[in-house]
């Protein structure tokens, strides 16, 4: 019976193949000026050594603490270094099935709660968070950098992915907090071979490259699905992705990519791409060397429609990704529409082997997101439909994220502009997207403001789609009320809940509780509901002043 492949096998194997290629160019910085002096070489022969070498010292370091093989490892990490990417692929090499963490969530008693719901056996940890463990309910290790350590004596099972599909290979969780946590997503070695599948399409390199290597920049944390994903398609190719400074890195540092690295691509979310955007637009350097790459692949967030006209006027090759933690990739910009640079890349088709249904919804639906998006972003004539994964679907994620007629619903709406062609038109629920495309659950946060703040907010809304945090607009139950001590006063009594969220999630300063009276904020004219894109439009400046942001 055949083994379904996992990234380990795929890494194996290129390793073989590609021996001495680069797979990651790391930034080696001056400790005074965090100027980068070079950009280092890594190999897929030197990267998989490190892997073997890592999971023979977790191997040694669990056993000895009577943590098996099979058991829930969680893994609490940045996830954006080279370090850490040894980490994550070690312990699945050791045998063991990662759970991740981001720093994002640095409760420590939410990663335990969660630890406990998948019956994990341990935690390695960023040593930033040692202070912080003091009193864990399972062993706990730092993530230390094993090669700096004596070769570790263990032996390692043969590298072969399961003969059984339904086995949990790794889990992740979902980016935004549900009943004050997140989810767990389960990962199954028969739905990772399909994602396999679909990267390996993403992911391939254009031709002809006249012998160049395909080189990209990381996208964001491991602990995340997205650059996990990402990653897995660059290895199948024996491709190389650069390790960014940070996630929010500048221009100078992407044209140093270019000029060292040879970077020929870019998987970005579109809220970090629109600063290179704008730069190019009086940078004809950055414009030209924008307009060399093969593509950009952004995911997660809708463009500004001015960075999709200044995209499609200067002949930008754009590839748009729809997808999520639960599923993987989707809807994809067809690859002739790509390579194009055509204003038509923003259209997106299903990825190749799914079973997707696009269910219309109601036009007298009850959700006041869902009667905004249709009256923001329908044309007159579309029809707004759900995108519900088949159960029968290879990505239809685990049991546990389904509805109860058994299929996954995404809460996102579609226009479907030709036979098979779909735009995006926002969600059909209370959720929005942060900066890098993690969720973040407005209707919690209202709920919760108006249960603990009754006595002085009459009505709220939550904001901040494509920020880093939300924010919240009151109106106050009484006029006279002073705005700055009513932003103190919320603040004071919300932080208990926010505290369990992911950082993305929380409101933990004043400056993002934003003060207007009575009856400003935008309503529907039936239902009299808030709504959050107007309100969103109609006090964007005040809300870049909140974040800092100068336009």
């Keep these: ?50 892997v073997e070498r890592f999971a023979r010292h977790w191997t040694r370091e669990l056993t000895a603490c009577g943590v098996r093989t099979r058991s829930v490892v969680g893994l609490w990490l940045g996830g954006v270094t080279y370090v850490d990417a040894v980490h994550i692929y070690g312990i699945a090499r050791a045998g063991y099935i990662p759970q991740y963490f981001s720093l994002r969530l640095p409760n420590p008693d939410i990663i335990f709660e969660l630890l406990e719901k998948s019956n994990g056996h341990a935690l390695i940890y960023d040593s930033s968070y040692a202070s912080v463990l003091d009193h864990a309910p399972v062993p706990t290790f730092t993530a230390v950098d094993a090669r700096t350590l004596p070769y570790p004596e263990a032996s390692l099972s043969p590298n072969q992915g399961s003969t059984n599909g339904d086995d949990t290979l790794m889990i992740f969780h979902t980016s935004g907090s549900t009943s004050g946590r997140p989810k767990l997503v389960p990962v199954s070695y028969s739905w990772w ?20 290597q395909d080189v990209t920049v990381w996208m964001g944390s491991m602990c995340h699905f997205g650059q996990s994903f990402m990653l897995a398609g660059m290895i199948q190719h024996g491709s190389c992705t650069v390790q960014f400074t940070e996630q929010a890195f500048s221009s100078d540092e992407l044209v140093d990519m270019f000029q060292r690295c040879g970077l020929s691509r870019i998987n970005i979310f579109p809220t970090f791409l ?11 350097k950055l414009l030209a060397l924008l307009q060399s790459l093969d593509n950009i692949l952004i995911s997660g967030l809708m463009m500004s429609p001015e960075d999709e006209e200044w995209v499609y006027s200067n002949g930008i090759k754009l590839m748009n990704c729809y997808g999520n933690t639960e599923v993987g990739s989707m809807l994809v910009t067809p690859e002739s529409d790509a390579q194009m640079a055509s204003r038509d890349s923003h259209t997106l088709t299903p990825v190749p082997g799914s079973r997707y249904l696009f269910v219309p919804i109601d036009g007298e639906a009850d959700s006041a997101a869902g009667a905004e998006a249709e009256t923001a972003y329908a044309n007159a004539n579309g ?13 239809c994620p685990d049991r546990s994220l389904r509805h109860e007629d058994g299929n996954y619903h995404t809460g996102d709406l579609f ?137």
């Design 415 to 551: 226009v479907e502009v030709t036979p098979g062609h779909y735009l995006y038109r926002g969600r059909n629920d209370d959720w929005i997207k942060s900066e890098n495309s993690l969720r973040c659950d407005t209707k919690a946060i209202e709920d919760n403001v108006l249960a603990t703040c009754a006595d002085l907010v009459a009505a709220c809304i939550v904001t901040g789609n494509g920020r880093p945090s939300p924010a919240l607009f009151v109106e106050p139950t009484d006029a006279s009320t002073d705005p700055e001590k009513l932003k103190r006063d919320i603040v004071r009594r919300i932080r208990p809940f926010h505290a369990r969220r992911y950082m993305h999630e929380r409101i933990v300063l004043p400056q993002f509780v934003l003060v207007v009276p009575r009856n400003t904020l935008p309503r529907t004219a039936t239902k009299g509901n808030i709504r959050r894109r107007a309100v969103e439009d109609a006090f964007r400046a005040e809300l870049d002043r909140a974040y800092g942001v100068s336009r």
């Design 274 to 284: 629109s600063q290179h955007l704008r730069n190019s637009r009086h940078n004809h």
């Design 1 to 50: 019976m055949a083994s379904y492949r996992t990234h380990l096998t795929v890494l194996e194997q290129s390793a073989a193949r590609y021996p001495d290629s680069p797979v990651f160019r790391t930034p080696r910085t001056d400790p005074n000026t965090n100027k980068i002096l070079e950009w280092d070489i890594v190999t897929y022969s030197q990267f998989w050594q490190d």
């Design 193 to 212: 071979d399909f994602a396999l599948t679909k990267i390996h399409g993403h992911m391939k390199p254009r031709q002809p490259r006249n012998g160049r």
């Design 383 to 395: 029809q707004l439909v759900e995108l519900i994964v088949h159960a029968d679907s290879p990505d």
